[in-house]
């Protein structure tokens, strides 16, 4: 899979996107048009990035299921409340998109995502839960199945927590960043497998805080063998 050429999205997914800016679905409660979608750039991107038949999985639900579904991807959303999948299966169905091949599941991501065996995934998209360490933990949990080349999408990384993990992302050389959106990022995966592994397999990740510290205490152990040296 390459992103390097943006792909012109197939007419039925191009006609999703228009329909959504037009007549958006009525999914999230309180949200000014109805959904707190992702931005367009970034449903752009999923649209340009994604082939029928790709495995994909993404936490939070709304306008990105719907390009995901018109995509025509195995695809599986994990959401907060059963009403949202509904309010999106009736959206698709009255714009012809099909659903069948689409597992809505309802339920907070940190029950659902552990007991989820998706087998291994082409695309990624975390937008679930924004609170630490929610985002954090969706992308352990479902990033852990993301294929050699797979792509990663991080959703509202102007908030504390998406931003925390799009930064741990950046140091990481295991994870290649292919676009920066508006307020989105996306990263190919290099390698595969768990993601279970201790800080020491991590030392390229030293948040500054840390590295004056180690620093601090290196000087302070410089100074005390010069003063021993000196004073004997
Ligand atoms: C910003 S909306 C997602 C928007 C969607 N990506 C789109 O393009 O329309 C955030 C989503 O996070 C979901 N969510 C909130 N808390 C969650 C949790 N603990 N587990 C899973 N999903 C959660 C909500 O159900 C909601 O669908």
Redesign the pocket.
Known sequence: MSTSQPATPAPAVHAALEALGADP?Q??EGAPHG????AQD??EFLAEVLVPGMRTL??????????FAASECRHTA????VH?GEAVQRWCAQHDIDTTVVDFRA??????LPALAPGDLDVV?V?????FP?PQL?WYYAAANLVDGGILVV??TQLPAPYELRRYLEADPRWSRVRVGSQWVAFRRVGSGSLDEEWTSQQFFQPTALRVKALERKARAAVGRLRRRIGG
């Open positions: 679905p999914v999230h959904v707190w979608a992702a970034c449903l993404e936490t939070g639900c709304g306008a990105s299921t719907v390009v994990v959401f907060l409340e949202e339920g907070s991501s940190s029950q659902v998209m937008d679930g839960c924004h609170g929610f969706d959703d509202d």
